[in-house]
């Protein structure tokens, strides 16, 4: 009989990787006390007798836990000390000889970097896929082989979904980052599930591998807690969403948030300005040193691509992780993002590196982001009537990106993939100064910080940031079309320039403003 494995912490021994004075088989047992699910063997060096050694006094620890064995590469060695199975690369046996070899009652894991590697282990009866590598790591030379997240959703979307296939992702994996990973992999329209986390360095590295482990696990399960535990349902009759956008704007000066901005050089005085207006306090980091310091204080985050520059893309990286890490809401603006193609290998690094709360862009940037090119770009600006379907265009990359998405346009459309938004306010004179999207971006930042401070959540162990972020985007926009509303009608107000400086100030009088009155707002 072959076991049935649960792949949930999966880790992949190097003994070279070991802490000095750690011995392997005390770091082993400690990370099997620790939560480990299953373990693979791998030996690069070593003679088979060796090999077959280390494998037996493997195998009798894992036997006292409980948790199967497999051997890297090695048929013959598997073969030799009777354990569950094997994993095979792409230059090894390959599958078919490794079953011929080991026969039906054994465990044959394939490693797949690619949509064709996957779909040809699935038809040829592989068990499970190792998919990676996900990040770079110091293990291996993996350099010309980083999928990302993105890569291994794309790959669990192409599987046969009756397949009994499990799946497994690797590389650069660790506490830090797993959230991070799983809800990038995961994609709510396939019905496939990551089955784990195969780890090497973040165990085996650790002078303590039983709290390593430990605090893998509890992350994987706390994800797994999240995405079956049915959520609340969610708020989408129009009068409870406005009555929570109008609480969220008010709350802005009692919680005054700390908001991060990596801006663009255009406007970065506009958006810190617009911050104080609402009632929060801006922070203008964009080197990497600052991040990690920071990050701790911050209500929010806004990544604005708008002048990214080599050493900012390094900040950005670094400042998303640490809001991933700690939580923090993460607002990208990817200003430009399909004009060319250094934009365009930046923002998919970035969506790369961490999960996004919030993306904002116009429909040039949503659509480049989507793949689409119904709508095109000239600079920094979208041209033409926008998309057909703009619901569908937000829908789907919400769904697919597993955050809220923002298209500014004369009409704005807002969507975490289950419900969206129409708002139809605003005034042609934000189209006519430069940077009003990108103070959109501010808000929304502000309003995402104020949602996840003030709202409460059981399971949020398992999530990236808490808060109603559709709510708190619809919020971000309203505050900032209202104002301009009311300021274009003002008499001190005589053309763009003007109309900026009134703007910022009717900012901060919104709690003055019946918003339920002024709102254009439809949720579907
Ligand atoms: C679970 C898991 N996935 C992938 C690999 C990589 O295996 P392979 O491609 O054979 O590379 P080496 O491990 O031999 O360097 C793995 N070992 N485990
Ligand atoms: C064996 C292997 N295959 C792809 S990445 C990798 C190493 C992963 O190591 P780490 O978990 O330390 O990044």
Known sequence: MRSEIDYSVYLVTARDLLP???????????????????VQLREKTIDTGEFIQIAQSTKAICDKYNTPLLINDRIDVALAIDCAGVHVGQSDAPLAVARRLLGPNKVIGVSAGNIDQAIAAQKGGADYLGIGAIYGTQTKDVSNKIMGPAGARAVLAALDPHSP????????????????????????????????????????????PRKATENLARLVQAFRNNENTKPE??????????????????????????????ANIVTANDQANATLALGASPVMAAVVGDQKDLNPHIGALLINMGTVSDEQKRAMLAGGRYSNINKKPLIFDPVAVGATSFRRETGKELLSHWHPTVIKGNAAEIGALSGLNEVTTKGVDSVGPGFKDPYLVVRSLANRERCVVVMTGKDDYISDGERTAKISNGHQLLGQITGSGCVTGTAIATCCA???????DMNKDGKLTTGDHFIASI??????EISAEIASTRNDVRGPNTFRSAWIDEMSNLDKIDLSKMSRVIVA
């Not at 969610?234 to 929570?244: M, T």
């Open 165 to 208: 296939i499990k799946t497994v992702v690797i590389g650069g994996i660790k506490s830090d980052n797993v959230l991070r990973v799983l809800h990038g992999v995961h994609f709510r329209d396939t019905k496939r599930y990551l089955d784990g986390v195969a780890v090497v360095s973040d165990i085996v590295s650790s002078p303590r």
């Open 450 to 456: 104020v949602a996840s401070m003030t709202e409460g």
């Open 20 to 38: 000095v004075g750690k011995h392997y088989l005390e770091s082993l047992e400690e990370s099997l006390q620790g939560g480990v699910t299953v």
């Open 233 to 262: 349902p969610a708020i989408n009759d129009i009068d409870s969403v406005l009555n929570k956008v109008s609480e969220i704007i008010n709350a802005i000066p009692d919680q005054s948030p700390l908001i991060q901005q990596m």
């Open 475 to 480: 919020a971000g926009v309203l505050a900032l």
